[in-house]
């Protein structure tokens, strides 16, 4: 075992009773069932149905007969929402609980149900083979790819809208808070490493008419993102260079006043991490900065937002690469000091959950 996977942090308790923690058990026993449960809960209309009815409350009846659905999958879907606290009954009437409206209203909720249901679902049945080879065993219920990154413009409609609003949620949010402090340096040329469909790129050409941005990525990518920036007119102020990533013998192109990399680091194992923060130094102009946009589980303020990059890590291992995660914060600061660089600046609580290091040459 290498010395940057020595886990020298604590976290977690256990101070429930035997029958809590035997209820527990069997939520986990029975999650897939009760996430497809609320799944159609939602799909066909009967949580909305009871929040639009929330002062009196709803009957099975009405329901059943205002959503022409049998009364039978009404009952056993409600019980199950019972049960999981997204609804309560109270004199025969049914009422939504704050679980039950977030599940409904909130975005950030749908994003993560709907990635998990159109991305991950049917390929986790392999998670336990993705931990023994190394490999995104599940990602074969859509093809033969080696990453997920590969398969993007190949995945299937759906699938490829969840992948993407899940990706774009958490960082577009972010952009109008770095946008001022990559600025503030006043860079000539910029370079996104991993750009994806070109949003970060065009939010740095509409905030600056004299910047030149580069995005590196995969083909495939590079023709969504040329797309992009053609339909909004930025084809002067981005280019593309197209590359494979993880092909280290091959150098980023150089004099950049800023390279940008935005979850990006955590599609990458720590060795490849390595090996692209020291491309990026070499790309650098003599004041040059690396900035790097992430979230790390442990700086986070709320439990449900570690326990959601728990799972996301393991989005990466079964279906994503097999080699990646959501990272502890020090995993990161070991490699950038091992690429020979150091923290000018750090930026916390950026967007809903972001770290920024602004990373220059030691």
Not at 64 to 89: F, H, T
Not at 118 to 146: C, H, M, Q, R
């Amino acid at each position: 075992m290498s010395q940057n996977n020595i886990i020298s942090y604590s976290l977690g308790k256990d101070d429930k009773t035997a029958v809590q923690a035997k209820f527990e058990a069997q939520k986990i026993a029975f999650a897939p069932i009760m996430f497809q449960a609320t799944r159609s809960l939602l799909n066909l209309g009967i949580l909305k149905h009871i929040q639009n009815n929330r002062k009196k409350g709803s009957v099975l009846e009405e329901i059943a007969l205002q959503l022409d659905i049998d009364i039978y999958g009404v009952k056993v879907l409600l019980e199950a929402g019972l049960s999981m606290e997204i609804v309560y009954v109270k004199e025969g009437r049914f009422f939504i609980t704050k679980t039950g409206w977030f599940l409904l209203n909130d975005p950030l909720t749908k994003v993560n149900l709907d990635f998990t249901n159109d991305v991950n679902y049917l390929g986790f049945a392999k998670l336990e083979e993705s931990i023994k080879t190394g490999k995104p065993e599940g990602l074969k219920v859509f093809g033969e790819w080696s990453t997920v990154y590969e398969a993007l413009s190949e995945l299937p409609e759906k699938t490829q809208e969840s992948w993407f609003n899940f990706d774009h949620y958490y960082s577009d949010i972010a952009f109008p808070e770095v946008l001022p402090i990559i600025m503030e340096d006043k860079p000539k040329n910029g370079m996104d490493v991993g750009g994806n469909t070109g949003k970060f790129a065009m939010k740095c050409a509409e905030y600056n008419d004299d910047i030149h941005m580069t995005i590196l990525d995969l083909p495939g990518q590079l023709n969504v993102a040329k797309k992009n920036i053609k339909n909004n007119g930025f084809e002067n102020q981005i280019d593309g260079y197209p590359m494979d990533l993880l092909d280290h013998t091959k150098a980023f192109p150089k004099g950049y006043d800023f390279v940008w990399m935005s979850q990006f680091l955590d599609c990458f194992s720590q060795a490849d991490i390595l090996q692209l923060i020291l491309r990026a130094k070499a790309a650098l102009s003599e004041n040059g900065a690396l900035y790097i946009l992430e979230t790390y589980w442990d700086k986070q303020d709320y439990e449900a937002a570690t326990y959601s990059l728990h799972a996301t890590s393991l989005y990466f291992t079964c279906m994503a690469n097999g080699c990646s995660q959501m990272y502890h914060h020090n995993d990161m600061l070991k490699l950038i000091d091992e690429a020979g660089m150091k923290i000018d600046k750090e930026y916390e609580r950026i967007g809903i959950s972001h770290t920024l290091y602004k990373c220059v040459p030691k």
